[in-house]
Every structure is written in C-alpha cells, then in structure tokens.
C-alpha cells in the first residue's frame, strides 16, 4: 500500500511531485508507470499529433512565428509550433527531434549550441576569479565548482556532489533560494542553506555581482544587460516582501539571461551573414535559445559548421571563451549527437 503523502480537498494527490516521491520512496511499480504514461499523453498531445497538421502544403515544412518582443528577458520566442519547446530532458522526448530534417537526402542539419553560455557569462560579469580560472582551464565547470564548495580535490568529486554542485550553479542564475533548491535536490532545507552558504563563501565575486544588479535596480528601477538593453524591473519598490523578492531575482537574471540573449542574436547575424558569402546554399533554419540549427549540402557539412562555430564563438569578446558545440545528421537528434 502506498502512503498519502498530501490531499487535495477531496482526495489523496496524485500529481507529479506526489508521484515522484513514492516512486523514490518505494519499490512499487505503479508511481513510475503514471508518470510515463503522462510524459507519453503530453507528447502525443502537444507534438506527435499537431505537429504534422503544422506542415505547410504548399512547401512540406514548419513555418513557425518568431516573436522578438515577448520574452522580458529578450530571447526569442515561437509560435506554431512551439519551437523553442520541443522536449530534451527524456529519452522519448528527445525522439521528437527525429520528426525533423532536412529537404532532401542531400542536405543535412548542422546544429551548434553554446556550452555553458550563461555560468560563462556570470563569470565575465562578475569577474570571478575561481569561476574565470575553471573556465580558462576547461575544467568541468560543476566539478570544479563541487570541489570548492565541498573542498575536496576535483578528481574526488563524487558524483553526487557534481549534481548537487549543478543545482546550485544554475539555482544561482535564477535566484534560488534553500527552499527551491531543497525541493530541486530532495533534501532538507537546511541542508540546502548549508551548499547556498557554503557557495556564497568561496565565490564572493558572484555574490558581490548579484548584490550588484540588485542595487542598481533599486537606484534606477531598471537593469541592463552586458549591450546596454534596459528592463523595467518596478518590482524592486514594491512594499509587498514576495513582490520585492520577485524583483530582485530578476534583476540578477535579466543581466545574464538578457546578455545570452544578446549574444545568440548577434551570433545569428554573423553567421548568416559569412554563410551568405561562403555558403550561400547554407540556410539558418531556426534558433532555439543557445543553438542554432542550418540546413546545408551534406558535401559542405563540416566547412558550414566551422563557420557557424567560428561566428558564434566570437560573437562576443569576454573574460573566458565562448565554448560551442556543433554537429551535423539528417535528423536534428543525429545533429545533436544524442
């Protein structure tokens, strides 16, 4: 018999969270079989089924509509279909991008995504000299970070303390506190204030970086990013503890997120532009927050994906390198290398 781990108003939950504790908690099978039921519902519901109803008859592709002005954050957004949504985190969810390819035999996908391209950013922002020397080194940035909060050697690093170290780094982002990230790692909350003061302690150059946004939010009710792109963020004033605290994560995450932004936009245009002249049968297809995805003749693959990594790699002149990670298939999951 399972256990009620919280009710509705008139009966025992059943959602994802109640669903994912038992699962954790117990050897029955029924938690795990629900949830892989629903992953299996949404994707039939939201891409199997609607996607090819999408398909243009008059070209035999997906034309869907980028929106320039809608995300705060200033990251592109998509409509019919939903590009930017299609799904990464599962096995079956990756088999969507399968459904994707190229026009004909001859051509292929060449898909390009920043690695990191936001922990990178906060590093030449903050100035940060643990997390700009990780970088410089190429070291594995979560390792790395692992090591210095739990100050162990990086070839000691379980991996455990990876994964928890990884929490942090993009909690941080996004201004997470102990309860988040407590529900984030399945752990008590203390112990998640433990990792936030511990993380705060060796990389003070964040923590003086985000001290920093929030006061200039405070002082002109706005922020910008790396390019001089302003955001409003009004919450910052508001009397309301919630609201305000709202408002000080978004100052932090506007910056960084707004400045990646930023950065794929002007990647976007050099590398379409350099394709333009070396490759001119080369044809920017789509760009899904840090990737970009080229549809290219398959005898030019590997000379349009140095382009386009090239372009993005120098979109933007920062304290460490812009890391890019490019492959090519005749799907976008081959592409991807999954």
């Known amino acids: 018999k399972l256990r009620v781990v919280k009710k509705t108003k008139t009966a025992r939950s059943t959602d994802a969270e109640v669903l994912e504790t038992l699962a954790v908690e117990t050897a029955h099978p029924l938690p795990g079989l629900v949830l892989e039921y629903r992953e299996l519902v949404k994707l039939c519901g939201t891409y199997v089924e609607p996607l090819p109803q999408l398909v243009s008859p008059r070209t035999g592709r997906l034309h869907a509509s980028f929106h320039q002005t809608v995300a705060a954050t200033g990251r592109l957004s998509s409509s019919d279909p939903n590009i930017q949504n299609i799904p990464i ?96 790692l399945g752990i008590y909350q203390r112990e998640a204030g433990d990792f936030i003061a511990a993380y ?55 910056v960084v997120q707004g400045t990646a932004a930023d950065l794929i936009k002007v990647a976007m245009v050099r590398a379409h532009r350099r394709l333009r002249k070396e490759v001119p049968s080369a044809e920017l297809l789509i760009q899904v927050h840090d990737e970009l995805v080229v549809e290219a003749e398959r005898a030019r693959a590997k000379e349009t994906a140095e382009i386009v990594r090239a372009e993005m790699s120098d979109a933007m002149k920062l304290q460490v390198p812009l890391k890019v990670d490019v492959g090519w298939g005749g799907d976008w999951l081959e592409a991807k290398g999954d």
């Open 200 to 254: 705060k302690k060796r990389y003070w150059g964040i923590v003086s970086f985000m001290d920093r946004c929030v006061k200039e939010a405070e002082e002109t009710g706005k922020v910008s990013t790396l390019l001089g792109r302003q955001r409003a963020i009004p919450e910052i004033h508001s009397e309301n503890r919630p609201r305000r605290a709202l408002g000080e994560r978004l100052a932090i995450n506007t």
């Open 89 to 184: 985190r599962s096995s079956e969810g990756r088999e969507i991008r399968r459904a994707f390819v190229p026009g004909d035999s001859d051509h292929v996908l060449v898909a390009a995504d920043y690695s990191q391209v936001e922990l990178r950013i906060l590093a030449h922002m903050s100035g940060d000299e643990a997390l700009l020397r990780a970088f410089h080194e190429d070291q594995d940035i979560h390792a790395a970070v692992a090591a210095q909060v739990w100050n162990v050697p990086i070839a000691e690093v379980t991996k455990e303390q990876r994964s928890r170290a990884k929490a942090i780094n993009f909690g941080i982002i996004y201004g997470q506190g102990s309860f988040g990230l407590a529900r984030a």
